[in-house]
Antibody, heavy 122, light 109 residues
Framework: QVQLQESGPGLVKPSETLSLTCTVS??????????WTWIRQPPGKGLEWIGY???????SYNPSLKSRVTVSLDTSKNQFSLKLSSVIAADTAVYFC??????????????WGQGTVVTVSS | QSVLTQPPSASGTPGQRVTISCSGS????????VNWYQQLPRTAPKLLIY???QRPSGVPDRFSGSKSGSSASLAISGLQSEDEADYYC???????????FGTGTKVTV
């Protein structure tokens, strides 16, 4: 059973860069079937798609975040990562990593991490 | 601001049928498939419906999805207490070149 686990700082200062890593176990980020995705949820609010990366290196980002977001893949560690620069208080959220693609289609996320809380505050 | 609109809440008694709507446009639901997610309190979302009307293995057949034009619906029949959760629709938006989620619906049993 594939599992995802987010890790990274829970507190980030305004204007700094948020960095999170998602470790994939019992599966491989090198599979061409999947899109490795980040999604976030501000406190008490709905879900927001951040972006994804495919094994080929192709990426797609939320247009509203595109200028600040980078998603990357580390096949040697079987991980993928999120960097969000110049953070503000509105970036405070639970950040989920997830897997899209495969049998269910590129936009369907069938495996999720438990989520990690990131607070932006000085 | 989400481009997919859902009612904020829906409710029913055990055994009833509840329907949740998801309204979009020709650039998203009208031209792409819809997926639905269930989020139980304090947990990660779970894929409930994919391809607009397909259930992943393990999802009870009480849950069904449909799509017509630029709108989609999720129906829960034989409502149970464990169905109390937030439900989100999602679709790719061709104009935005990105995935959009619905505003979410809280179902109370």
């Amino acid at each position: 059973q594939v599992q995802l686990q987010e890790s990274g700082p829970g507190l980030v200062k305004p204007s700094e860069t948020l960095s999170l890593t998602c470790t994939v176990s019992s599966g491989s980020v090198s599979s061409s079937d999947f899109y490795w995705t980040w999604i976030r949820q501000p406190p008490g609010k709905g879900l927001e798609w951040i972006g994804y990366i495919h094994y080929s290196g192709s990426t797609s980002y939320n247009p509203s975040l595109k200028s600040r977001v980078t998603v990357s893949l580390d096949t040697s560690k079987n991980q993928f990562s999120l960097k969000l620069s110049s953070v503000i208080a509105a970036d405070t959220a639970v950040y989920f990593c997830s897997r899209g693609g495969g049998w269910y289609g590129s936009d369907a996320f069938d495996i999720w991490g438990q989520g990690t809380v990131v607070t932006v505050s000085s | 601001q989400s481009v997919l609109t859902q009612p904020p809440s829906a409710s029913g008694t055990p055994g009833q049928r509840v329907t949740i709507s998801c309204s979009g446009s020709s650039s998203n639901i009208g031209n792409n498939i819809v997926n639905w997610y269930q989020q139980l309190p304090r947990t990660a979302p779970k894929l409930l419906i994919y391809g607009s009307n397909q259930r992943p293995s393990g999802v009870p057949d009480r849950f069904s999805g449909s799509k017509s034009g630029s709108s989609a619906s999720l129906a829960i029949s034989g409502l149970q207490s464990e169905d109390e959760a937030d439900y989100y629709c999602a679709a790719w938006d061709d104009s935005l070149s990105g995935l959009v989620f619905g505003t979410g619906t809280k179902v109370t049993v």
